[in-house]
């Protein structure tokens, strides 16, 4: 049995190890999207940056969460107030070991708590069978951004759950 997954915010310490886990996760965790091309994967990194994660850290109008199992960072999710996930990263060592529908979990919270009603996405194809799993459903039709496949994707959030 797997130890339990603590979720907790992220803070501006945390911007060095969110970095790493992004990173890994789009190399390794993601390659069905990015087919291993080297300009991809780069181009994907790059606009998730230590830079970049610092400025979110740092903006009231983003949350950072990170899971934590066994003591270690597994995994990291992004919420903004206006109800968009804008990450969920996971090690991939550490997939499908419940740190990724914690992560969700908790941004859905932090969402309701800020009067949203719903959580909107955009989901590659390494993510769609997990979010689909958590009830996000299809929005919009897929499209090409950044040289890889996206899927918009909504989940209605009751504000009583």
Not at 7 to 14: F, L
Not at 35 to 45: F, H, K, M, T, Y
Not at 48 to 77: C, F, M, R, T
Request: charged fraction near 25%.
């Amino acid at each position: 049995m797997d130890a339990p997954i603590y979720i907790c915010p992220a803070s501006a310490a945390d911007a060095g190890i969110i970095s790493r886990i992004v990173e890994r996760s789009i190399r390794v965790g993601c390659a069905l999207d990015h087919r291993n091309d080297p300009l991809l994967v780069e181009a994907w990194i790059r606009q998730q940056s230590q830079e970049h994660i610092s400025a979110w850290l740092a903006d009231p109008q983003h949350y950072l969460n990170i899971a934590l199992l066994q003591d270690k960072p597994v995994g990291v999710g992004m919420a903004t107030v206006d109800g968009d996930v804008t990450l969920c990263h996971v090690q991939p060592e550490w997939f499908r070991r419940g740190a990724g529908r914690a992560l969700m979990a908790d941004l859905e919270g932090w969402l309701r708590t800020r009067g949203s009603d719903r959580s909107m996405l955009r989901s590659t194809r390494t993510g769609e069978a997990f979010y689909r799993r958590l009830g996000y459903r299809e929005s919009a039709p897929p499209f090409i951004r950044h040289g890889m496949r996206s899927l918009p994707m909504h989940k209605s959030l009751p504000l009583s759950a």
